[in-house]
């Protein structure tokens, strides 16, 4: 296959160790109660709550399955994301972000100061998206994002717009998950952990390339309205458990991390929150060995 660039190699401390355990125990929740045209019980509705709840404070993310995504929408975003993908990289960074725009083609991004061996197409669910115009935080001013299209293969707009509508423990072992068909994987986000007062851990996670075939992921990001200020909720902090973050205002924040990104790229994390601008993006590690 031909030398590997530099620039990919990763310095042998942070290349993946072969040593894991198997993740038999992680959680695989049913959301089929809360989603069948019957109504649900408060007792099953407070089991579902109790599952989710004990899942992020144990492991800190976790599998659903029977949560209404047709399997049809999956397989057809999936196709339109080969698609584009297979292009050749002059075609796929004629939709490269860039200072004007903030989504679409990237392929330079960092771990450990290192680039990384994948590509990503991203894009916003709801456009226009509402940030702050710049990262000074007594600029008031706000601006929007829109989206940037390619021109092939033409179903993908479509497709990614049905679409829309519808890791590591703490005790430092790295656990390997085994996808279940059919299910969705979910991870709590740094807000989640900033929230919970750290009740919920926004755990670290990787994925390791193949060394023979490339792999495509579609993560989904929710994120908070632009005005939103981030800090552990009332509820969760006394005297006994005082605030360990100081509040933040979301949208300063992920001006700021674009800002960066642009100049310095580097792996953005995941969030989740209730109050949220919906995101999503493809991802394709290529096949290659260290």
Not at 48 to 73: R, T
Not at 98 to 118: I, L, P, Q, S
Not at 133 to 141: F, V, Y
């Amino acid at each position: 296959m031909g030398e590997v660039d530099p620039a990919f190699i990763q310095e042998p401390e942070h290349r993946p160790r072969i040593s894991y355990i198997e993740g038999k125990g992680v959680p695989l929740i049913d959301l089929a109660p809360i989603l069948s045209s019957n109504n649900v019980s408060a007792i099953e509705f407070e089991g579902l709550v109790k599952e989710v709840g004990n899942a992020c404070k144990d492991w800190g993310f976790f599998q659903v399955i029977n949560h209404g995504v047709p399997l049809e929408k999956r397989q057809k975003i999936d196709g339109a994301s080969r698609k584009f993908f297979a292009q050749s990289l002059e075609e796929k960074r004629k939709v490269r972000r860039n200072e004007k725009e903030v989504t679409g083609y990237f392929d330079a991004e960092h771990t450990k100061n290192v680039r990384d061996w994948k590509e990503v197409f991203d894009f916003t669910i709801e456009e226009p998206t509402i940030v702050p115009a710049s990262h000074e935080p007594d600029d008031k001013e706000v601006t929007e994002w829109y989206n940037q299209w390619p021109e092939y293969p033409p179903e993908l707009r479509e497709t990614c717009q049905e679409y829309g509508q519808e890791m590591r423990k703490t005790d430092g072992e790295w656990v390997r998950v085994k996808p279940t068909p059919g299910a969705y994987i979910i991870n709590v986000g740094d807000i989640i952990q900033v929230w919970s007062n750290d009740r919920y851990e926004s755990v670290e996670h990787r994925v390791m390339v193949n060394s023979e075939r490339e792999r495509f992921s579609l993560p989904f990001f929710f994120n908070p309205a632009h005005y939103t200020m981030v800090k552990p909720l009332e509820e969760l902090t006394d005297e006994q458990n005082p605030a360990k973050y100081r509040a933040y205002n979301w949208g300063k924040f992920i001006t700021t991390k674009k800002r960066i990104l642009l100049l310095l790229p580097s792996v953005v994390t995941a969030t989740l929150s209730f109050y949220f601008n919906r995101s999503i993006g493809f991802v394709t590690s290529k096949p290659d060995k260290y």
